[in-house]
């Protein structure tokens, strides 16, 4: 449910706001947080759907501003919006025209949750210094996305010059998952220093320079950027040990491969995280990230602005052609079809049923088999396999019974053969007496 406030003010919303929890009882209660978006009014409903989509882990009020024309009069006009259009949160979007562009601050102070923790994310543009944003003095967390700005290398540098406890930003998100791979592939035997370290990445990526960062401040060892071609974001990474070098290569954003000596390579589903994961996962945790302060104070000097082609590294070997994975990956996904396609064409075997120490087929199944169209010959082969396996179970039956049979009448006879070895004993030893 959308509900449209032209021309409002916040005493307004606040009130429409409590007539809808009257009313519906679906808004307003429940809420861990709130989080504020400042955006520009034509990115706002990208910023909304992501914001959308991370409330349904962290219910919340989300507070989206959207500034408009700095020209003109001072309006502000309100959208809420719950239910379906909302998440699992509740959504108030400020649009804000003319003087109060430049305070918006003043707007979302009187709509945020008492007692609530407050995150203010900038989907795009950020403020040089968000500690001193009037809305990033509020916030707890203060998010920002580099790969946004226009000069990415530069905007990481500008958040490391004013970076504050509690500040992060999803390029940093977006590398959770190459962290994860490549510290459990050195947490594996052989336990060797790593010597040296090359990362391939665009050069309009800093995902790919704090990826490079954090391996430099965690491993203590040289590296060299390489670039690849714009929008590849992170690419490659080799790590040299004495028993061979470590790579994960992802050669076309979608599936990468690890290789390690002495173990078979691995293909594994490594796609560029969308925002909306990258929201959810910041909005798990309202301490400051100390890991991404350490990166970007210690581990972005030690990177440098020196970076070579990928055709440089390769020719001093630091480097594996990202064409040459790209056809190992290809051949082993033709392998795995072809291998997939053989299993479906073979015919599973029948199981039997043990009788007596005899393998006997299993009825049930064969039936099973023969509804399921089975051919006439293999029919018949089942058939004949049955009716020998039934005579042979019988013919053992027959025998058995006689058998018991026998022991039965041997059993009964003998007290009665004893009984008369008695009695003519007696007879005889009292003729001998008289």
Partial sequence: MIIDLPSTSTSAINKALVDLRDSGGAVALGRVLT???VTDDAHAEDAIAAANEASREHPCRVLVLARGNKRGAARLDAQIRVGGDAGASEVVVLRAYGPLVEHGQTTVVSLLLPDAPIVAWWPGAAPEDLASDPIGRIAQRRITDSAEARDPRKALEQRRATYRAGDTDLAWTRLTNWRALLAAALDQPPF??????????APDSPSTELLAAWLAVKLKAPVLRARTKKGTGVQSVRLERASGPVELVRPDQNVATLTQPGQPDRRMALARRPVKDCLSEELRRLDPDEVYGEVLRDGLPKVGSKVVT??????????RPPAETAREQAAAEVQSARVSRAMKRAQPTEPTQRVGGTAVPNDEHSENASERGTAPAEKATAAKRTAAGRGAAAKRATAEKAASARTSTAKKAAPAKRAT?????????RGASA
Wanted: no cysteine; glycine share 16%.
């Fill in 421 to 429: 070895a008695g009695g003519t004993a007696g007879r005889t030893t």
């Fill in 310 to 319: 990928v055709r440089a590294a390769q020719a001093q070997g630091r480097l």
């Fill in 192 to 201: 060797e220093r790593v010597t040296s370290i090359t990362v391939a990445g």
């Fill in 35 to 37: 989080l504020v978006v």
